[in-house]
Protein backbone atom coordinates (compact mmCIF):
# COMPACT_ATOMS: atom_id res chain seq x y z
CA UNK A 1 0.00 0.00 0.00
CA UNK A 2 1.65 3.29 -1.31
CA UNK A 3 1.09 6.61 0.54
CA UNK A 4 1.71 10.23 -1.67
CA UNK A 5 1.10 12.69 1.74
CA UNK A 6 3.11 15.70 0.99
CA UNK A 7 4.42 17.09 4.39
CA UNK A 8 6.35 20.67 4.26
CA UNK A 9 9.19 19.35 6.49
CA UNK A 10 11.48 17.92 4.53
CA UNK A 11 14.59 15.76 6.22
CA UNK A 12 18.21 16.66 5.65
CA UNK A 13 19.17 13.02 3.89
CA UNK A 14 22.18 11.78 6.05
CA UNK A 15 24.08 9.58 3.67
CA UNK A 16 26.64 7.53 6.00
CA UNK A 17 28.09 3.80 4.84
CA UNK A 18 28.29 2.52 8.31
CA UNK A 19 26.90 1.66 11.34
CA UNK A 20 29.53 2.89 13.44
CA UNK A 21 29.15 6.96 13.44
CA UNK A 22 32.29 8.74 14.77
CA UNK A 23 31.71 11.97 16.87
CA UNK A 24 34.06 14.91 15.87
CA UNK A 25 35.48 16.63 19.00
CA UNK A 26 33.29 19.16 19.63
CA UNK A 27 30.02 19.61 21.70
CA UNK A 28 26.63 20.12 20.90
CA UNK A 29 23.55 22.04 22.53
CA UNK A 30 21.75 18.90 24.14
CA UNK A 31 24.74 17.80 26.28
CA UNK A 32 26.09 21.12 27.50
CA UNK A 33 22.72 21.62 29.07
CA UNK A 34 21.49 24.30 26.79
CA UNK A 35 18.36 22.70 25.32
CA UNK A 36 17.06 23.08 21.62
CA UNK A 37 13.17 22.94 22.07
CA UNK A 38 11.88 20.71 20.06
CA UNK A 39 8.23 21.64 19.94
CA UNK A 40 8.62 24.04 17.55
CA UNK A 41 9.71 21.31 15.01
CA UNK A 42 6.73 19.19 13.88
CA UNK A 43 9.48 16.55 12.44
CA UNK A 44 8.56 14.08 15.37
CA UNK A 45 5.17 14.05 13.93
CA UNK A 46 6.13 13.94 10.35
CA UNK A 47 8.07 11.13 10.41
CA UNK A 48 4.93 9.57 12.14
CA UNK A 49 3.26 10.44 9.26
CA UNK A 50 5.55 8.88 6.85
CA UNK A 51 5.35 5.42 8.18
CA UNK A 52 1.49 5.35 9.24
CA UNK A 53 0.78 3.59 5.98
CA UNK A 54 2.93 0.85 6.02
CA UNK A 55 1.67 -2.78 7.03
CA UNK A 56 4.93 -3.66 9.43
CA UNK A 57 4.67 -7.00 11.35
CA UNK A 58 7.94 -9.50 13.04
CA UNK A 59 9.39 -10.24 9.15
CA UNK A 60 8.97 -9.20 6.01
CA UNK A 61 8.53 -5.57 3.31
CA UNK A 62 7.24 -3.84 5.15
CA UNK A 63 9.54 -4.00 8.12
CA UNK A 64 12.43 -3.12 5.29
CA UNK A 65 10.23 -0.30 3.90
CA UNK A 66 10.01 1.41 7.50
CA UNK A 67 13.74 1.44 7.90
CA UNK A 68 14.52 2.72 4.47
CA UNK A 69 12.30 6.00 5.84
CA UNK A 70 14.12 5.93 9.03
CA UNK A 71 17.46 5.88 7.53
CA UNK A 72 16.84 9.46 5.46
CA UNK A 73 17.27 10.65 9.19
CA UNK A 74 19.80 8.02 11.08
CA UNK A 75 22.23 5.82 9.36
CA UNK A 76 20.53 2.54 10.21
CA UNK A 77 22.89 -0.73 9.52
CA UNK A 78 20.11 -3.51 8.33
CA UNK A 79 20.36 -6.71 9.99
CA UNK A 80 18.65 -9.74 8.18
CA UNK A 81 18.65 -13.08 9.95
CA UNK A 82 17.47 -16.20 8.30
CA UNK A 83 14.69 -17.91 9.08
CA UNK A 84 15.07 -21.14 10.75
CA UNK A 85 17.92 -19.72 12.93
CA UNK A 86 17.71 -20.87 16.69
CA UNK A 87 17.83 -18.16 18.98
CA UNK A 88 18.12 -19.51 22.47
CA UNK A 89 14.60 -21.91 22.90
CA UNK A 90 13.19 -19.95 20.03
CA UNK A 91 13.60 -20.18 16.21
CA UNK A 92 13.28 -17.52 13.28
CA UNK A 93 10.35 -17.68 12.08
CA UNK A 94 9.29 -17.75 8.50
CA UNK A 95 9.00 -14.24 6.42
CA UNK A 96 5.45 -12.95 6.38
CA UNK A 97 4.00 -10.95 3.26
CA UNK A 98 0.86 -9.64 2.17
CA UNK A 99 -0.03 -7.56 -1.30
CA UNK A 100 -4.09 -7.17 -1.01
CA UNK A 101 -6.60 -9.10 0.88
CA UNK A 102 -10.73 -8.74 0.83
CA UNK A 103 -13.87 -9.93 1.62
CA UNK A 104 -16.59 -9.47 -1.28
CA UNK A 105 -20.72 -9.83 -0.64
CA UNK A 106 -22.66 -11.97 -3.61
CA UNK A 107 -22.92 -8.83 -5.36
CA UNK A 108 -18.65 -8.31 -5.77
CA UNK A 109 -19.17 -4.78 -2.88
CA UNK A 110 -16.14 -5.00 -0.88
CA UNK A 111 -16.93 -4.88 2.44
CA UNK A 112 -13.43 -4.98 4.17
CA UNK A 113 -10.40 -3.79 2.56
CA UNK A 114 -7.23 -3.85 3.20
CA UNK A 115 -6.44 -0.96 1.31
CA UNK A 116 -8.70 0.95 3.51
CA UNK A 117 -7.05 0.26 6.77
CA UNK A 118 -4.03 -3.10 7.27
CA UNK A 119 -5.91 -3.30 10.43
CA UNK A 120 -8.39 -5.29 8.59
CA UNK A 121 -6.16 -8.78 7.96
CA UNK A 122 -5.13 -10.36 10.68
CA UNK A 123 -1.66 -10.12 11.49
CA UNK A 124 0.47 -13.19 9.64
CA UNK A 125 -2.77 -14.56 8.09
CA UNK A 126 -1.87 -17.24 5.19
CA UNK A 127 -3.44 -16.80 1.55
CA UNK A 128 -6.89 -17.46 0.90
CA UNK A 129 -9.29 -17.64 -1.98
CA UNK A 130 -12.40 -19.11 -1.58
CA UNK A 131 -16.41 -18.50 -0.66
CA UNK A 132 -17.55 -18.86 2.56
CA UNK A 133 -20.93 -19.19 4.37
CA UNK A 134 -21.85 -15.98 7.21
CA UNK A 135 -21.73 -19.22 9.28
CA UNK A 136 -18.33 -19.99 8.25
CA UNK A 137 -17.05 -16.53 7.82
CA UNK A 138 -17.48 -15.76 11.29
CA UNK A 139 -15.28 -18.30 12.44
CA UNK A 140 -12.65 -16.16 11.43
CA UNK A 141 -13.79 -12.16 12.71
CA UNK A 142 -12.68 -10.46 15.46
CA UNK A 143 -14.21 -7.33 16.82
CA UNK A 144 -14.32 -5.63 20.03
CA UNK A 145 -17.62 -5.73 21.21
CA UNK A 146 -17.09 -3.34 24.12
CA UNK A 147 -15.71 -0.87 21.34
CA UNK A 148 -18.37 -1.62 18.61
CA UNK A 149 -16.76 1.52 16.19
CA UNK A 150 -13.51 0.24 16.34
CA UNK A 151 -11.15 -2.40 14.38
CA UNK A 152 -8.84 -4.61 16.66
CA UNK A 153 -5.49 -5.41 15.73
CA UNK A 154 -4.32 -9.17 16.07
CA UNK A 155 -1.86 -11.35 15.08
CA UNK A 156 -1.14 -14.78 14.80
CA UNK A 157 2.63 -15.17 14.28
CA UNK A 158 3.24 -18.96 15.49
CA UNK A 159 0.08 -20.31 14.63
CA UNK A 160 -1.09 -20.76 10.66
CA UNK A 161 -4.21 -19.42 10.04
CA UNK A 162 -6.36 -16.44 8.46
CA UNK A 163 -8.69 -13.88 9.72
CA UNK A 164 -9.85 -10.58 9.09
CA UNK A 165 -10.86 -7.97 11.74
CA UNK A 166 -13.76 -5.49 11.51
CA UNK A 167 -15.33 -3.33 13.91
CA UNK A 168 -18.67 -4.53 15.83
CA UNK A 169 -21.02 -2.58 14.50
CA UNK A 170 -20.04 -3.81 10.72
CA UNK A 171 -20.08 -7.74 11.75
CA UNK A 172 -24.03 -7.16 13.04
CA UNK A 173 -24.71 -5.90 9.83
CA UNK A 174 -23.71 -8.60 7.91
CA UNK A 175 -26.53 -10.74 6.61
CA UNK A 176 -27.21 -14.20 5.60
CA UNK A 177 -24.92 -14.56 1.91
CA UNK A 178 -22.50 -16.27 0.38
CA UNK A 179 -18.95 -14.35 1.03
CA UNK A 180 -15.58 -14.43 -1.01
CA UNK A 181 -12.74 -14.06 0.60
CA UNK A 182 -9.31 -13.15 -0.06
CA UNK A 183 -6.14 -12.84 1.31
CA UNK A 184 -2.50 -12.16 -1.68
CA UNK A 185 -0.07 -12.99 1.35
CA UNK A 186 2.94 -15.20 1.44
CA UNK A 187 4.77 -17.11 4.14
CA UNK A 188 7.61 -19.00 2.93
CA UNK A 189 11.35 -18.78 4.45
CA UNK A 190 13.11 -15.56 4.24
CA UNK A 191 14.72 -13.33 6.95
CA UNK A 192 13.73 -11.28 10.10
CA UNK A 193 14.69 -7.98 9.78
CA UNK A 194 15.97 -4.92 12.14
CA UNK A 195 18.19 -1.84 12.66
CA UNK A 196 20.92 -1.42 14.37
CA UNK A 197 23.33 1.90 14.93
CA UNK A 198 26.09 2.05 17.01
CA UNK A 199 27.23 5.75 17.33
CA UNK A 200 30.52 5.68 19.08
CA UNK A 201 31.85 7.70 22.66
CA UNK A 202 35.26 8.03 24.16
CA UNK A 203 33.84 4.51 25.89
CA UNK A 204 33.13 1.39 24.89
CA UNK A 205 30.46 1.10 27.86
CA UNK A 206 27.18 1.70 25.79
CA UNK A 207 23.82 3.31 26.49
CA UNK A 208 21.22 1.19 24.79
CA UNK A 209 17.68 2.76 22.96
CA UNK A 210 15.23 -0.05 21.55
CA UNK A 211 11.84 0.28 20.17
CA UNK A 212 9.85 -2.01 18.87
CA UNK A 213 9.32 -1.65 14.77
CA UNK A 214 6.75 -4.84 14.08
CA UNK A 215 3.09 -2.60 14.77
CA UNK A 216 1.06 -2.05 11.57
CA UNK A 217 -0.91 1.53 11.41
CA UNK A 218 -0.90 2.13 15.18
CA UNK A 219 0.80 5.36 16.06
CA UNK A 220 1.29 5.44 19.60
CA UNK A 221 2.53 2.09 20.00
CA UNK A 222 4.63 2.22 18.53
CA UNK A 223 5.37 4.72 15.52
CA UNK A 224 5.51 7.09 18.77
CA UNK A 225 9.22 5.12 19.94
CA UNK A 226 10.64 5.04 16.84
CA UNK A 227 10.12 8.79 15.84
CA UNK A 228 11.60 9.44 18.76
CA UNK A 229 14.35 7.02 19.11
CA UNK A 230 15.06 8.66 15.56
CA UNK A 231 15.52 12.02 16.74
CA UNK A 232 17.05 11.46 19.95
CA UNK A 233 19.93 9.23 17.35
CA UNK A 234 20.28 12.55 15.13
CA UNK A 235 20.41 14.59 17.92
CA UNK A 236 23.78 12.63 19.35
CA UNK A 237 25.47 12.97 15.84
CA UNK A 238 27.62 16.06 16.51
CA UNK A 239 28.03 15.27 20.35
CA UNK A 240 31.37 14.97 22.08
CA UNK A 241 29.89 11.57 23.68
CA UNK A 242 31.38 10.19 26.70
CA UNK A 243 29.54 6.66 26.67
CA UNK A 244 28.50 4.95 22.97
CA UNK A 245 25.33 4.64 22.34
CA UNK A 246 23.50 1.27 20.68
CA UNK A 247 19.71 2.24 18.94
CA UNK A 248 18.04 -1.04 18.10
CA UNK A 249 14.46 -1.18 16.11
CA UNK A 250 13.60 -4.29 16.20
CA UNK A 251 10.41 -7.05 16.50
CA UNK A 252 8.84 -7.34 19.66
CA UNK A 253 10.11 -10.15 21.75
CA UNK A 254 11.80 -12.14 18.70
CA UNK A 255 13.79 -9.18 17.36
CA UNK A 256 15.48 -8.66 21.36
CA UNK A 257 16.20 -12.59 21.62
CA UNK A 258 17.82 -12.44 18.17
CA UNK A 259 19.87 -9.76 19.30
CA UNK A 260 20.61 -11.02 22.56
CA UNK A 261 21.59 -14.21 20.98
CA UNK A 262 23.57 -12.87 18.49
CA UNK A 263 25.46 -10.49 21.07
CA UNK A 264 25.40 -12.56 23.87
CA UNK A 265 29.61 -12.26 24.58
CA UNK A 266 29.20 -8.15 24.62
CA UNK A 267 26.01 -7.25 25.83
CA UNK A 268 28.60 -6.46 29.54
CA UNK A 269 29.27 -3.71 27.91
CA UNK A 270 25.50 -2.19 28.53
CA UNK A 271 25.78 0.05 31.10
CA UNK A 272 22.34 1.85 30.77
CA UNK A 273 18.95 1.28 28.59
CA UNK A 274 15.49 1.99 28.08
CA UNK A 275 12.79 0.79 26.29
CA UNK A 276 11.29 3.69 24.59
CA UNK A 277 7.04 2.78 23.70
CA UNK A 278 3.94 4.44 23.33
CA UNK A 279 5.82 8.54 23.66
CA UNK A 280 3.02 9.75 21.81
CA UNK A 281 -0.16 10.06 23.92
CA UNK A 282 -1.28 12.99 25.86
CA UNK A 283 -0.66 10.91 29.18
CA UNK A 284 1.85 11.66 31.76
CA UNK A 285 5.48 10.16 31.72
CA UNK A 286 5.58 6.66 33.03
CA UNK A 287 8.86 4.95 33.69
CA UNK A 288 9.62 0.59 34.33
CA UNK A 289 12.77 0.31 37.04
CA UNK A 290 15.13 -2.18 35.68
CA UNK A 291 14.82 -6.01 37.18
CA UNK A 292 17.65 -4.77 39.43
CA UNK A 293 15.43 -1.95 40.76
CA UNK A 294 18.21 0.11 41.98
CA UNK A 295 20.58 0.38 39.08
CA UNK A 296 21.79 3.80 38.08
CA UNK A 297 19.08 4.54 34.98
CA UNK A 298 16.23 3.86 37.42
CA UNK A 299 17.82 6.25 39.75
CA UNK A 300 18.39 9.07 36.60
CA UNK A 301 15.12 8.59 35.66
CA UNK A 302 13.57 8.91 38.59
CA UNK A 303 15.88 12.23 39.91
CA UNK A 304 15.29 13.96 36.06
CA UNK A 305 11.19 13.14 36.31
CA UNK A 306 11.47 14.19 39.84
CA UNK A 307 12.23 17.70 39.05
CA UNK A 308 10.51 18.11 36.30
CA UNK A 309 7.29 19.61 37.78
CA UNK A 310 5.10 17.61 35.62
CA UNK A 311 3.44 14.41 37.26
CA UNK A 312 5.11 11.35 36.54
CA UNK A 313 4.68 7.54 37.76
CA UNK A 314 7.00 4.93 38.11
CA UNK A 315 6.52 1.32 38.85
CA UNK A 316 8.64 -1.65 39.85
CA UNK A 317 10.00 -3.89 37.42
CA UNK A 318 7.55 -6.69 36.07
CA UNK A 319 8.20 -9.32 33.89
CA UNK A 320 5.36 -8.51 31.48
CA UNK A 321 5.41 -5.87 28.87
CA UNK A 322 8.08 -5.14 26.08
CA UNK A 323 11.84 -5.83 25.58
CA UNK A 324 12.66 -4.84 28.79
CA UNK A 325 11.94 -8.49 30.14
CA UNK A 326 14.22 -10.39 27.70
CA UNK A 327 17.04 -7.35 28.74
CA UNK A 328 16.61 -8.15 32.14
CA UNK A 329 15.67 -11.99 31.97
CA UNK A 330 18.06 -13.71 34.63
CA UNK A 331 20.93 -14.79 32.33
CA UNK A 332 21.23 -10.62 31.28
CA UNK A 333 19.86 -8.74 33.96
CA UNK A 334 20.79 -5.39 32.17
CA UNK A 335 19.79 -2.13 33.74
CA UNK A 336 17.21 -1.91 31.43
CA UNK A 337 13.52 0.19 32.24
CA UNK A 338 10.60 0.87 29.96
CA UNK A 339 10.12 4.44 29.21
CA UNK A 340 6.56 5.17 28.43
CA UNK A 341 3.89 8.06 28.88
CA UNK A 342 0.30 5.74 29.29
CA UNK A 343 1.48 2.10 29.91
CA UNK A 344 0.15 -0.22 26.91
CA UNK A 345 -3.23 -2.06 27.82
CA UNK A 346 -3.99 1.44 29.99
CA UNK A 347 -5.51 3.71 27.10
CA UNK A 348 -8.75 2.55 25.28
CA UNK A 349 -7.21 3.51 22.00
CA UNK A 350 -4.15 0.44 22.54
CA UNK A 351 -4.53 -2.33 19.81
CA UNK A 352 -7.56 -0.27 17.70
CA UNK A 353 -7.87 1.82 15.19
CA UNK A 354 -8.32 4.47 16.81
CA UNK A 355 -4.92 4.29 18.03
CA UNK A 356 -4.13 6.76 14.66
CA UNK A 357 -2.92 9.86 13.56
CA UNK A 358 -5.27 12.38 15.82
CA UNK A 359 -4.21 9.76 18.96
CA UNK A 360 -0.64 11.22 18.59
CA UNK A 361 0.24 14.69 19.80
CA UNK A 362 3.13 16.58 18.16
CA UNK A 363 3.84 18.11 22.08
CA UNK A 364 3.79 15.07 23.63
CA UNK A 365 6.13 13.73 21.54
CA UNK A 366 8.67 16.77 22.06
CA UNK A 367 8.19 16.44 25.69
CA UNK A 368 9.00 12.76 25.58
CA UNK A 369 12.16 13.55 23.66
CA UNK A 370 12.74 16.33 25.82
CA UNK A 371 13.08 14.63 29.00
CA UNK A 372 15.34 11.41 27.58
CA UNK A 373 17.82 14.30 26.40
CA UNK A 374 17.88 15.68 30.30
CA UNK A 375 18.54 11.99 30.80
CA UNK A 376 21.42 11.42 28.56
CA UNK A 377 22.80 14.81 29.60
CA UNK A 378 23.13 13.06 33.50
CA UNK A 379 24.64 9.80 32.24
CA UNK A 380 26.59 11.88 30.35
CA UNK A 381 27.53 14.37 33.06
CA UNK A 382 27.16 12.09 36.32
CA UNK A 383 31.05 11.99 37.42
CA UNK A 384 33.37 11.38 41.07
CA UNK A 385 35.15 14.28 41.92
CA UNK A 386 37.76 15.12 44.96
CA UNK A 387 37.75 18.40 46.99
CA UNK A 388 41.20 19.65 46.61
CA UNK A 389 40.50 21.79 49.75
CA UNK A 390 38.95 19.28 52.42
CA UNK A 391 40.18 20.86 55.58
CA UNK A 392 36.92 23.38 56.52
CA UNK A 393 35.22 24.85 54.12
CA UNK A 394 37.86 27.44 51.27
CA UNK A 395 36.93 30.82 51.00
CA UNK A 396 34.52 31.07 48.35
CA UNK A 397 34.29 34.94 48.35
CA UNK A 398 37.55 35.75 47.18
CA UNK A 399 37.67 32.76 44.14
CA UNK A 400 34.29 34.97 43.11
CA UNK A 401 31.96 31.95 44.10
CA UNK A 402 29.22 33.95 45.37
CA UNK A 403 28.62 35.60 41.59
CA UNK A 404 30.35 34.25 38.36
CA UNK A 405 30.28 36.87 35.55
CA UNK A 406 29.90 35.94 31.97
CA UNK A 407 29.03 38.10 28.92
CA UNK A 408 28.20 41.15 31.30
CA UNK A 409 25.39 39.01 33.05
CA UNK A 410 25.72 38.27 36.36
CA UNK A 411 25.08 34.59 36.57
CA UNK A 412 24.25 33.10 40.27
CA UNK A 413 25.23 29.89 41.85
CA UNK A 414 23.18 28.11 44.13
CA UNK A 415 25.41 28.55 47.02
CA UNK A 416 24.24 25.61 49.09
CA UNK A 417 24.67 23.07 45.68
CA UNK A 418 28.07 24.39 46.20
CA UNK A 419 29.08 23.88 50.49
CA UNK A 420 26.82 19.77 49.36
CA UNK A 421 29.41 19.25 46.25
CA UNK A 422 32.60 20.34 48.41
CA UNK A 423 31.31 18.32 51.40
CA UNK A 424 30.81 15.02 49.35
CA UNK A 425 33.04 15.15 46.99
CA UNK A 426 35.52 12.99 48.43
CA UNK A 427 36.15 10.72 45.23
CA UNK A 428 33.13 8.40 46.41
CA UNK A 429 30.27 10.21 45.63
CA UNK A 430 28.67 10.94 42.32
CA UNK A 431 27.12 14.20 41.25
CA UNK A 432 24.10 11.90 41.64
CA UNK A 433 24.50 10.39 44.53
CA UNK A 434 25.18 14.63 46.01
CA UNK A 435 21.81 15.42 44.07
CA UNK A 436 19.74 12.89 45.31
CA UNK A 437 21.15 13.69 49.27
CA UNK A 438 20.52 17.11 49.13
CA UNK A 439 17.34 16.88 47.03
CA UNK A 440 18.52 19.36 44.59
CA UNK A 441 18.19 19.45 40.72
CA UNK A 442 21.07 17.51 39.23
CA UNK A 443 21.88 20.43 36.62
CA UNK A 444 22.29 22.57 39.88
CA UNK A 445 24.76 20.11 41.30
CA UNK A 446 26.76 20.28 38.30
CA UNK A 447 26.80 23.69 37.62
CA UNK A 448 28.04 23.91 41.05
CA UNK A 449 30.76 21.01 40.49
CA UNK A 450 31.79 23.16 37.11
CA UNK A 451 32.10 26.54 39.31
CA UNK A 452 34.78 24.77 41.94
CA UNK A 453 36.67 22.73 38.85
CA UNK A 454 37.17 26.11 37.32
CA UNK A 455 38.88 27.68 40.37
CA UNK A 456 40.86 24.80 40.79
CA UNK A 457 38.36 23.34 43.93
CA UNK A 458 37.69 20.41 42.52
CA UNK A 459 38.98 17.24 40.19
CA UNK A 460 37.17 14.86 38.43
CA UNK A 461 37.78 11.85 39.16
CA UNK A 462 36.06 9.72 36.91
Known amino acids: M ?51 PICRSITGDGVRKSIQIIKKWIPLQVREIPTGTEIFDWTVPKEWNIKDAWIKNSNGE ?6 RSNLHVVNYSIPVDKEVSLEELKQHLYTLPDQPDLIPYIKSYFKEQWGFCLS ?35 STDEVLISTHICHPSLCNDNLSGISVAAHLAQSLFDEELRYSYRFLFIPATIGSIAWLAQNEDTVGSIK ?27 RIV ?133 SERSDMNFNTIKQAADALESVQLLERMS
Open 110 to 115: KIIDFS
Open 302 to 434: EQVLGHSHDKYEIREFLPFGYDERQFCSPAFDLPVGCFMRTPFGEFPEYHTSADNLDFVKPEALADSLSKLTDIIYVIENNRKYLNLNPKCEPNLGKRGLYRLTSDNKKIEINQLAILWVLNLSDGKNTLLDI
Open 272 to 298: YGLVLSCVGDSGNITYKKSRQGTAEID
Open 168 to 202: HNQLTSLKEDRYHVYIDSTLKEGSMTYGELLIEGK
Open 2 to 52: EYDGIHQFIPTPINMKHMIVKNPDKRVKAISGIRINPGKDESLYNLVEDLY
